[in-house]
């Protein structure tokens, strides 16, 4: 997950506490390969846990996960799967094949690590000095290498083929491109994709939504033709685009704090991190030429709606001022890629997740994450329809908040069982 608004990361702290939240709703009847999944993921969670804890203890920084990826394919090959190797640099994919016929799914996990110096909050600290899992690819990869190993063990139950994508270089947003340009999609072929990232909701819970997860980051270029006063020119163009933001400025919105907010927050019906979109205040950069100047801002879109506006918008403005003549262009430049989950798929989830594990710990979110994040799975969703979810790490009882990329990121490590229950058991029905 990379963060990609400095100035707003200071106030997304620590408290995205969902107060009214239960983990403890009913379960609802559990079908048989749920049930041995389940206690197939108990039978190995102190494992689980134990090689969470070395991979931790060992983080690598993109581009440079050789320990990781040995440690993967170590798991995978003593699994018995078929492996393939350095796809994209140190990525790995494992095979999986059911006994019976089925579809094809994949499901990826990111394996890197961030460069970082505050120290380590737990015991089974960092020992590669400036390098730590403050973004849960630890806990990624773990639950990857769990779903491996229980649907392995009901593999003659198991109907179609999965493959385990692990994906270097997620932190520069270079690895999934790389795994793609270097052939991943000749090896395999899923019909289905699916990822998850730890949040701060509870542990127990998973959370997911229909296109955007993430407040999507775009860079506007208006170009205008200079004036005598190009400084009344360069004001007017950014009040046109200051224009454009939608959030009203005494709104509970700007304190990111309330992303977690039960009432408002992102999991809330009544959500108010959507329909927006939000300009990030004083970052403008001016570039001038003998008779054009460029004015350039980043503008956050909750969604393609918003996104498709703000042009359109601009123009009709600047149409109708004084400085109609000196429009020459505006268009918006991809700063990252925009994560945008399949509607289809996240309702199907959502169904069977909740249906199999109770609607308390599978939640709809209304809002996006407005914080300007993204992850480099949305260059894998144009290719396979997929959804990426957010899986909670948080324990707010122990005072453990797993806010990615926070020098106390942390996470309460029963989440490795949540991940990897739910989404075995999502990949087992979906596989039919
Ligand atoms: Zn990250
Ligand atoms: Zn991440």
Redesign the pocket.
């Given at each position: 997950?990379?963060f990609i608004k400095k100035n707003l990361r200071a106030v997304l702290t620590v408290n995205f506490i969902f107060l009214t939240l239960s983990i403890f709703g009913q379960t609802a009847e559990i079908d048989r390969p749920h049930l041995k999944i389940q206690e197939r993921t108990n039978q190995i969670f102190d494992s689980l846990v134990n090689l969470r804890r070395d991979l931790h203890m060992y983080p690598e920084v993109s581009g440079d996960e050789r320990r990781t990826s040995n440690k993967i394919i170590e798991y995978l090959t003593a699994l018995g799967l078929e492996v393939k190797t350095n796809i994209g640099g140190y990525g790995v994919v494992g095979i999986l094949k059911g006994a019976k016929p089925g579809k094809k799914i994949a499901w990826r996990a990111?394996m890197d690590a961030m460069p970082n110096k505050a120290p380590d909050v737990v015991d089974f600290k960092s020992r590669n000095e400036g390098v730590r899992h403050i973004?849960?690819?630890d806990v990624h990869t773990t639950v990857a290498l769990g779903i491996a190993n229980v649907l392995t063990h009901q593999k003659e139950d198991l109907e179609g083929t999965v493959y385990f994508v692990f994906q270097p270089s997620?932190?520069n947003i270079k690895g999934a491109l790389a795994m793609i340009d270097d052939g991943l999609f000749d090896i395999i072929d899923p019909e289905e994709m699916y990822a998850m990232?730890v949040t701060p909701f509870p542990t127990g819970t998973i959370a997911v939504k229909a296109e955007e997860m993430f407040s999507d980051y775009k860079r506007m270029n208006l170009t205008l033709q200079k004036t005598l006063d190009n400084e009344a020119l360069i004001a007017f163009a950014k009040n046109q685009i200051m224009a454009l933001e939608n959030v009203a400025s005494e709104s509970k919105f700007w304190n990111m704090q309330n992303m977690g907010d039960p009432e408002v927050g992102i999991a809330s019906p009544k959500s108010i991190y959507n329909n927006f979109t939000m300009i990030e205040k004083n970052n403008y950069s001016i570039t001038e030429t003998e008779y054009e100047v460029k004015i350039s801002a980043f503008l956050s879109f909750s969604d393609k709606k918003q996104r498709n506006s703000a042009i359109p918008k601009l123009n009709s403005r600047i149409k109708e001022s004084k400085y109609a003549d000196k429009f020459i262009d505006a268009e918006l430049v991809n700063v990252f890629p925009t994560l945008d989950n399949n509607t289809e798929l996240v309702d199907a989830s959502l169904e069977l997740l909740s249906g199999i594990y109770g609607k308390d710990r599978v939640l709809r979110m209304y809002g996006v994450v407005a914080d300007g994040r993204s992850?480099d799975f949305a260059f894998f969703q144009p290719i396979v329809p997929s959804v990426y979810f957010f899986m909670g790490g948080s324990n707010y009882e122990k005072g453990i908040i797993a806010q990615?990329h926070s020098p106390n990121f942390a996470v309460d490590e029963s989440c490795i069982k949540t991940g990897v229950n739910l989404f075995s058991s999502l990949i087992v029905e979906r596989l039919k």
């Open positions: 997950m990379n990111d973004c849960g690819h997620e932190e990232h992850d990615t």
